[in-house]
């Protein structure tokens, strides 16, 4: 995509200079931080930050005047605040886990309906669950003007399959503001991050009965590392792959502009500065062109059966 806007209009956000884009980014940051949400958001961050850098630096031995008799032995102040560290920050963990545990098994009990027992309505209900980055197997071959709003009418009146639309119909996505529908997603993506998730609660589940189950005395060395890690592995790598869905998905339908956006395009218009039409805000490389040009080469060569 070059510089012109798509047919409807629509034009990606433009970017900003380093120095704009981080006031701009601490301003919505501080907003978000005095809404009730924001603020217990950042709170707990700052626990999981603070806690686990104390711990780190207790593991490295950074501080020798706690090895008293010696740094390992089990009632040296170092190995004592290492267990106090390691109990915030298993309480920490178990917020997160738990608490989003029942919604992480809905997902989970929506999947085994469409996986063991093909109900296409629960995949449909999961699309309305992850509508950021999540889009249908049908989903592709709707009016780009189908949204939450015209739904139910159209499905009424049979103009569009239900195997297109999310259940309910206003967790749907919205029209694409490019007039660009996202391909649909594989499905084993979304396997993938429930799947991830599930394991993460399952992980801080056998760490809280270490933790709090056993002393110090008598619990294994190895596990509150090795069940630390893997639920923070498997928590990291599903969100890792719904973040990255999510910017496919943007990049194709486009991103909603501010009134900051509409001026800052017209003005640098009249300027004669130029803003590429994606979603870096960045030309295409020969490379990726060159790609796309094969593409396309090879489905027009591909004979039709």
């Not at 709707?142 to 103009?159: F, R, T, W």
């Not at 910017?247 to 800052?264: A, M, N, Q, T, Y």
Request: net charge positive.
């Amino acid at each position: 995509m070059g510089t012109e806007p798509f047919d409807n209009g629509y034009h990606f956000p433009p970017s900003y200079p380093k120095r704009e884009a981080f006031k701009h980014g601490l301003v919505s940051f501080l907003r978000y931080s005095i809404t009730p949400m924001g603020f217990c958001v950042v709170l707990y961050g700052l626990n999981v930050v603070a806690w686990g850098g104390m711990l780190f630096l207790l593991l490295c031995n950074a501080s020798p005047a706690m090895c008293y008799p010696s740094c390992n032995d089990i009632n040296s102040p170092r190995r004592v605040w290492i267990e106090y560290d390691s109990q915030v920050l298993t309480a920490l963990f178990s917020l997160t886990a738990f608490g989003l545990a029942p919604w992480r098994f809905r997902d989970l009990y929506y999947l085994m309906k469409y996986r063991l027992l093909s109900r296409q309505d629960a995949l449909r209900q999961l699309a309305g669950i992850h509508r950021d980055w999540f889009r249908l197997p049908a989903s592709s071959s709707l009016p780009v003007d189908v949204g939450p709003e015209n739904a139910d009418s159209l499905l009424a009146q049979g103009q569009i399959p239900k195997a297109a639309v999310a259940i309910p119909t206003k967790k749907m996505p919205d029209p694409p503001l490019t007039a660009v529908r996202a391909p649909p997603t594989k499905v084993w993506k979304l396997d993938f991050v429930i799947w991830m998730m599930v394991w993460n609660t399952l992980f801080q589940c056998v760490l809280s009965g270490v933790m709090w189950g056993m002393s110090r005395y008598t619990r294994p060395s190895w596990s509150t590392g090795l069940f630390v890690a893997l639920g923070c592995i498997v928590a990291a790598i599903g969100g890792l792959a719904m973040f990255l869905e999510g910017k496919k998905v943007k990049g194709i339908e486009g991103v909603p502009l501010s009134d900051r956006d509409r001026e800052r395009l017209a003005r640098d218009k009249e300027l004669g500065i130029t803003h590429y039409n994606n979603i870096k805000d960045r030309p295409l490389t020969e490379e990726k062109k060159g790609k796309k040009k094969d593409k396309k080469t090879k489905k027009q060569d591909k004979p039709v059966s």
